[in-house]
């Protein structure tokens, strides 16, 4: 262990200087030691002063871990939904404005697709939150199975989903929301019976004039989409 530790050494100067600085050390039991050695001439004297400091490191040290764990998480919520792990609205706003500039730059296709399931209040106060959320989860996990690698699903408001589909023309994305609807008719199943579904699905093609992603995504109702 190591204590405080001052000295003094005679000095031929008189000029008055402060010095200090931090180092690690390695005691005889192989642990390691944060020391701040301070050097201070006063009147012909040098006083060296030895502490340890590795208490208030460590200490620090934790509380910025503490900080940035804080921080990933405030940006996690931030940019997905906690339940489904779906990106959220905020992540489809930003990811729609690249893939609108995307397409613009390589003239390539893109559309996004909006799940709205029906009647959801109505399933919640039939049947429970937890089941409702149950729903949602299954339905995530089953939609994200239909995507490939350049689709991807977002949670934008509870009952709301909306994929945005890269290198996807109007056919290919007519096609993929049939087999979502197919999906979706089929129902979830709960212990020994199953909750019908139903959804609204629409369809719109990303092109150059397409709206602005905030607008596009927040505005209500959807006179655009096929």
Known sequence: MIANIC?????????????????????KDQTKKVVLISANNIKNYMLVTLVDIT??????????????????????????????NLPNQSSASSDLELLRASVIKHQSHACLILID??????????????TGDFILVNLATGIKILLNKSQTLYRL?????????NNTDSK?????????????????????????????VGILQITPETSPSEDLITRGPYRDWE
């Open 55 to 84: 208490a208030i490191r460590e200490s620090q040290s934790n509380a910025e871990s503490q900080r940035q764990s804080l921080e990933l998480r405030f940006d996690y919520v931030n940019r997905f939904d906690t339940l489904t």
């Open 172 to 200: 290919k994305a007519k096609q993929l929301a049939a087999d979502i609807i197919n999906l979706i008719n089929q129902g979830v199943r709960l212990n020994n019976s199953v909750i019908n579904l139903t959804a609204c």
């Open 157 to 165: 408001y509870k009952d709301e989903f909306l994929i945005l589909a």
């Open 117 to 130: 399931l029906d009647y959801f209040k109505l399933i919640n106060e039939s049947y429970g939150r937890k």
């Open 7 to 27: 000295s003094l050494i005679k000095l031929k100067t008189n000029e008055e200087t402060t010095d200090s600085q931090e180092v690690i050390i390695t005691c």
